[in-house]
């Protein structure tokens, strides 16, 4: 590119360290950002047609295969929607047990995306491998903190990727004493690690980048929100999470085959800064002094303190783990059994990149006549071509492609996208003339 008028294309065909595979296109002229559209081009998946005529367990496994990274995060959703259907209140052990599972998906996704994906960027590595050269402890301590993650899901799934544990109205089975014994002592002797790596993710170089944008997550009434709440936003919203449709709106755009949604008409975010930004006050008190003690203030309106909300909930998990499993006691009835009956049933828990939405209606047999689900990266996709636009005419439209492509990808690695729990994700055009 010699000149503003020249037009030229560059064509990276996979996003590194992004799950998933796409484009985003860069119209400039006259050294203003004329267009922008982040393209996802894969084909549906289908799923949600692929569960009619499905049963209740069926669903829970199925929806498992929707992400290899957070599994649970479905079955979670999908159970407290068919739950809610069939008639079941889960009893507090199981209540307790899902929620210690859970934690164990956001840490081994956090530690992932922290270590692997998104760290690099920060400290100009082109690689995981690459940063490790250079930061071999903390990489280390990133794959012993998601091996924990991976643990805690086997521990309750039988298995770390793809889950098959849950069930309506529980477990099938209840792990025994002596296994929790053994992760409650690795969760014991990771509290330190958790600590530093708060740490050391806030003194990465963060560049200046405040926005305007909405806060979506879920609320609890007492604790910070994982496997249930209502829905709310820093703008007022405050909602059961059966009025969903009512306020969130999905829509078709031409060049994307995933789907974009809305607010009120406007982006929203969500994900570990949104539910940060919403949640300060669930923290425990000596977690908050530990996030201010690094001098970033929450709320925030840069995006790129989303890794420091990754790493805060890290460590929040894994307190939550060791807290819900003191004096642990196995149960003879780890579930109820379920029986069959119609209805309609909605389910939202907080999955690491943000709400997981699902609504189900079953028949009298039991069976899914209709599904939806709604994935966060999804829910995100219109704020990240809001945060493109923002952020890349910030950094500078007139500067060479190579490294607008490199900030740009930098901006939707940050969202964590899974674009697989859709569709998938990078072609790079810039258009100049």
Known sequence: MNDDKHTGR??????????????????????????LKLRIFEPPRLFEKLLEGRSAQDVIDSVARICGI??????????????????ITPSSWVARMRRVMYCGEWLQSHSLHIHLLAAPDFLGFDSAPAMATRHPDEVRRGLRLQGLGNAIIRTFGGRSVHPVGVCPGGFFRAPDASAMAALRARLEASRDESLALIDWVAGLPFPEDDQEFVSVSLRHERDYPITEGWIVSDRGLDIPIDDYEQHFREFQVPHSTALHALLDDRPYLVGPLARLNNNLDRLPAELRDRLEATGIRFPSRNMFHSIIARAVEMHLALNEALRLTEDY???????????????????CTEAPRGILWHRYTLDARGLVESAR???????????????????????????????????GEMVIRNYDPCISCATHFLDFHALRG
Do not use: W
Request: proline residues 6%; glycine residues 8%; contains cysteine.
């Open 329 to 347: 006691a196995t149960t003879t009835a780890p579930h109820v059994e379920a029986v069959p009956r119609a209805g309609v049933g909605f389910g």
């Open 10 to 35: 560059i064509h990276v065909p996979i996003l590194a360290r992004v799950e998933g595979e796409g484009a985003l296109e860069v119209s400039i002229r006259e050294g203003r950002l004329e267009d």
């Open 373 to 407: 689900i709604v994935p966060p990266t999804s829910q995100n996709q219109a704020r990240m071509e809001e945060d493109l636009a923002t952020a890349l005419t910030r950094f500078g439209l007139e500067r060479d492609d190579d490294a607008l492509r490199l900030h």
């Open 70 to 87: 957070c599994p649970v995060a479905y079955q979670m959703s999908a159970v407290a929607a068919l739950e809610a259907i069939l008639g």
